[in-house]
DNA sequence: TTGATTTGACCGAA
DNA sequence: TTCGGTCAAATCAA
């Protein structure tokens, strides 16, 4: 995709509305409870905000992305790289990370789900854990993104919330927001710069692909029954259920200009997405 | 056929 | 030597 057509273009601006929208309703979440309390909600706020990052990186860069096309090393080119480990460019520092290693952050999180594409490339046992711990690196490391995270579900089961511990190691680079990404990092959300217009779309525009009323937003989680999870298959394509809900009071849609505009067209549900699709 | 996942083996740090 | 992190062949799924 050279440049983007006016249908992605709407994408992206509608895109961008809901990422603002998403950080204000993780500033109004994180004003409205204390710490703790928020703490699921808010998760889910970044995590919005992340999958709207996300697409709008997409489709600013054109969507050039596609899955990694590293595939399984040789051993003779394994053989070669050693042996001109001294003289060859530095392109990936294949050091394994030392064990135990500090992570850029820890989180603990009743879902794995986290915007990001994830590929699986290892699961161990670890002593004294009743779950294996899985290892994932970023979907898009062929593109040089070395993020990676470690997945070890937790031993109580008391507190869904805090069902897996997940430790991030490495930046993402591949075209996730910085800012959003440093915002997400530590539980900070920056300040949408447009509230309205933005939260009176977010709002319709989560309710048309969740075909849920109006008042409330469906936002699935991934179910995580002890399995390894694999939310890394077949792209990115977060998809509505019912299993998490959010109650949002306060959208309407008098903001929204009745003109007829793509971005109207998407509010009241005639927008073509068939074109976005493929034109993308 | 292609790409993702599984899983045993390998490797390095402690 | 042990154990955790990574690799990569085998396997599975679309």
């Not at 998809?239 to 109207?264: K, N, R, T």
């Amino acid at each position: 995709m050279a440049m983007l057509g006016s249908s992605s273009a709407v994408v992206l601006e509608l895109m961008t509305m809901g990422y603002q929208s998403a950080a204000y309703l993780g500033e109004l979440l994180r004003a409205a409870s204390p710490a703790q309390a928020g703490d699921e909600q808010q998760e889910l706020a970044a995590e919005i905000l992340r999958c709207c990052d996300r697409v709008i990186a997409k489709l600013s860069r054109g969507g050039a992305t596609g899955a990694t096309t590293g595939k399984k090393r040789k051993a003779a080119e394994s053989a070669a790289a050693a042996a001109m480990t001294s003289s060859s460019l530095p392109v990936t520092p294949t050091k394994r990370r030392a064990r135990g290693a500090e992570a850029v952050r820890e989180v603990r999180s009743g879902t794995t789900a986290d915007g990001f594409i994830w590929r699986k490339y290892g699961q161990k046992e670890i002593n004294g854990c009743k779950h294996p711990r899985l290892y994932y690196r970023c979907a898009f490391r062929g593109q040089g993104c070395l993020a990676t995270r470690r997945v070890q579900q937790s031993q109580s089961q008391d507190d869904p919330a805090a069902a897996f511990v997940i430790a991030y190691y490495g930046e993402h680079t591949c075209g996730g927001n910085a800012a959003a990404a440093a915002a997400c990092r530590d539980g900070e959300l920056m300040p949408p710069a447009v509230i309205n217009s933005g939260a009176s779309s977010f709002a319709a525009a989560w309710n048309m692909a969740s075909r849920e009323p109006a008042s409330s937003l469906a936002v699935e989680r991934r179910s995580c029954d002890g399995d390894a999870p694999s939310e890394t298959s077949q792209g990115w394509s977060p998809s509505f259920s019912s299993e998490v809900e959010l109650d949002v009071v306060g959208f309407d849609l008098a903001g929204a200009d009745s003109s007829a505009s793509p971005v109207w067209e998407f509010l009241n549900g005639s927008f073509d997405w068939e074109s976005v699709i493929n034109s993308l």
